[in-house]
């Protein structure tokens, strides 16, 4: 080892005071990295978090906004009409869906309901705020099925699904169930009350 100076008869080595401050930059260049890691994380998580964002604020919502239903009191083929809106910015695309009508016991589960009967929507788009109507009948009620809706023992049930994709081709369902009678009880018989399960949206 290499002696450079000589004090009060010792020598001093560069080796010690090198080591140390070598070691003093490798540790702030560990930190430095450190934090340059952290920051990168943190920004691409508020990216993330931005885009997310964005995709919910601009995303189309399409789903039944509005249904009526006429000749509830008088005798004649029941009519729904189902009011499919997109609440959403941007357009909903390769809308489709199905809607079934029928007078079942009061509750009734989904699976009680029964399957699909009537498709009403091939693939569409469906612009932003834009509505489009669809209709659905049902034959005359009987003289039992009546006295049992009035009753709170059966209920005219509509139900159904819409499938849509968004810009960011997402693909998105929202399921309906509606019913007249029941617990709700029998209204004007111009609009029906919400069932307590079979309503989702994602």
């Known amino acids: 080892m290499k002696k450079i100076k000589k004090f009060l008869g010792k020598s001093v080595s560069q080796t010690e005071p090198l080591t140390i401050s070598v070691w003093v930059n490798i540790c702030l260049l560990i930190v430095s ?40 009191h008088t005798r004649g083929i029941r009519v729904v009409s189902l009011g499919l809106k997109n609440s959403g910015q941007t357009p909903a695309y390769d809308v489709r869906g199905w809607a079934k009508m029928a007078v079942r016991k009061y509750p009734s589960s989904i699976a009680e309901l029964g399957d699909p009967e009537n498709i009403l929507l091939s693939k ?20 039992g099925e ?50 307590g399960f079979g309503n989702t949206a994602n």
């Open 33 to 72: 990295l450190i934090g340059n890691v952290l920051m990168f994380a943190i920004a691409l998580r508020q990216a993330d978090i931005a885009e997310d964002t964005a995709h919910h604020q601009l995303r189309a919502y399409a789903g039944i906004d509005q249904v009526k239903i006429n000749n509830f």
């Open 146 to 195: 009546r006295a049992e809706i009035l009753a709170g023992t059966k209920a005219l049930y509509v139900y159904g699904e819409v499938a849509y994709k968004d810009i960011y081709n997402q693909q998105h369902r929202s399921t309906f169930n509606l019913l007249q009678g029941g617990t709700p009880g029998i209204n004007n018989g111009e609009a029906l009350a919400e069932a």
């Open 124 to 143: 569409f788009t469906l612009e932003s705020g834009e509505t489009v109507w669809m209709s659905l009948s049902h034959d005359d009620y009987t003289d």
